[in-house]
């Protein structure tokens, strides 16, 4: 069965920092381009973040450009998110996604999802 | 504030069709193609409509998607109670490098 499983989420202090995972299983990894997607409580979907296949192509929304850092370990099917400069306003559940298989960025769609990681920042 | 817009609620009575619109500009809608994932209370979203029109395996074809423009929309037709869920359209946009998210939909029925 194809899964995502996501973990390392917890409470943090502002100014602080925090790295979650994701870890694959059921799918080549290796062959899909990965994304991490975060819902605040009660709020919509928000994309932070877009890694290729490869770790070629690395994209980020501009509410965290410079705070946090997209990679992956193809060797350990796993995806991470290191979180740094954490603010209240970044508290919420973050979900890794996999992306589909297209031939080009155009037609782009998420088509695995995890279950998510809390990630709450408070003093 | 989200770059797609669609409705915060719609509403059906059983059996009845629903649509829900989701709006965006040339740099996103105009040049992509539209997703839409489906979230059931308190679990995660799940891809409902791909490239536009395309449903993935299990999806049921009382669901269907449309796109003109800078506009898509999904519809939802003999609508029944387990398709209770928020409704999120999406797409890749050339200006922000990365996939961007309408607001949401509350589809509840009646």
């Known amino acids: 069965e194809v899964q995502l499983a996501e973990s390392g989420g917890g409470l943090v202090q502002p100014g602080g920092s925090l790295r979650i995972s994701c870890v694959s299983s059921g799918f080549t990894f290796s062959s899909f381009s990965m994304n991490w997607v975060r819902q605040v409580p009660g709020k919509g979907l928000e994309w932070l973040s877009y890694i290729s296949k490869g770790s070629s192509s690395i994209f980020y929304a501009d509410s965290v450009r410079g705070r946090f850092t997209i990679s992956r370990d193809n060797t350990k099917n796993s995806l991470y998110l290191q979180m740094d400069s954490l603010r209240a306003e970044d508290t919420a559940v973050y979900y890794c996604s996999r992306g589909g298989m297209v031939a080009n960025l155009y037609n782009y769609y998420m088509d695995v999802w995890g279950k998510g990681t809390t990630v709450t920042v408070s003093s | 504030q989200s770059v797609l817009t669609q409705p915060p609620s719609a509403s059906g009575t059983p059996g009845q069709r629903v649509t829900i619109s989701c709006s965006g500009s040339?740099?996103?809608?105009?040049?992509?193609?539209v997703n839409w994932y489906q979230q059931l209370p308190g679990t995660a979203p799940k891809l409902f409509i791909y490239?536009?029109?395309e449903r993935p395996s299990g999806v049921p074809d009382r669901f269907s998607g449309s796109k003109s423009g800078t506009s898509a929309s999904l519809a939802i037709s003999g609508l029944q109670s387990e398709d209770e869920a928020d409704y999120y359209c999406?797409?890749?946009?050339?200006?922000?490098?990365?996939?961007?998210f309408g607001g949401g939909t509350r589809v509840t029925v009646l």
């Open positions: 999406a797409a890749w946009d050339d200006s922000l490098n990365g996939p961007v």
């Open positions: 040339f740099s996103n809608i105009g040049r992509s193609t």
């Open positions: 490239n536009n029109d």
